[in-house]
């Protein structure tokens, strides 16, 4: 019995001494998911920039409202003269305002009369 009772609590202290690293892996996969969906709609606003690029329309603004709010600062726009955009977008830090990497991606569309 005394056996038993010196084991008590342990599950607690481990536990305890476990929370630190499943938060930071917790926050290393949610910035993973958030570097991913940066990167996918950095092809959306590529995408969409060039359509609006194609008609005469403005492509900063077509590739501003192609993301989400939280990621429109960090969007770049470049058009170049044979019609190609590349959008690059900036992926937030998860645990703070911080840019942590840009992702960019290049479309191009006819010119529409």
């Known amino acids: 019995m005394s056996r038993l009772r010196s084991c008590r609590g342990q599950a607690s202290v481990e536990l305890v001494a476990l929370l630190p690293l499943v ?19 950095a092809g959306t606003a590529a995408r969409s920039a060039a359509r609006a690029a194609a008609l005469g329309q403005d492509a900063q603004g077509a590739a501003r409202a192609a993301v989400p709010r939280y990621l429109r600062d960090g ?10 955009v590349r959008v690059r977008v900036a992926v937030p830090l998860v645990t703070g305002g911080v840019r942590l990497a840009t992702v960019s991606a290049r479309a191009r569309f006819e010119p529409q009369a």
């Open 23 to 41: 938060a930071v892996l917790a926050c290393a996969l949610w910035q993973g998911v958030v570097a991913g969906q940066a990167a996918w709609l």
């Open 75 to 84: 969007v770049r726009v470049r058009t170049a003269a044979d019609g190609e």
